[in-house]
């Protein structure tokens, strides 16, 4: 099933975000390459695709998970928790309707 992993950023943490992103990516990378990967991505804080200095409030991923629990599990496992970027993270089923 899917799962959408809802995280909103600690604020002014772009600093980590920065540093902990290789690891966050290649996390990803091992996901979109098991084919379980929907879509991932950050929510700048201004309306850019570059935000700069302004950094990001959050992100969403959409993933393939065998269960609720092992989608939060890898979410709790998130480079970004450990360091610091992400405030908080919500773990939802999502159904996908379109495309």
């Known amino acids: 099933m899917l799962y959408a992993i809802i995280a909103t950023d600690v604020e002014n943490s772009l600093e980590n975000r920065l540093a902990a992103r290789p ?4 996390r990803l990378e091992q996901l979109k390459s098991q084919g379980r990967l929907i ?7 201004i309306d ?3 935000p700069g200095a302004a950094g ?3 992100s969403l991923i959409v ?12 979410a709790d496992a998130d480079p970004y928790r450990a ?3 992400y405030e908080s993270v919500v773990v939802k089923p999502f ?3 379109l495309p």
């Open 83 to 85: 360091a610091g970027v």
């Open 95 to 97: 159904k996908l309707v």
């Open 39 to 45: 879509l991932a991505g950050p929510n700048p804080a």
């Open 63 to 74: 993933a393939e998970f065998a269960s609720l629990s092992a989608a939060q599990e890898w």
């Open 56 to 58: 990001f409030t959050g």
């Open 48 to 50: 850019s695709n570059d």
């Open 23 to 26: 690891a966050h990516l290649a």
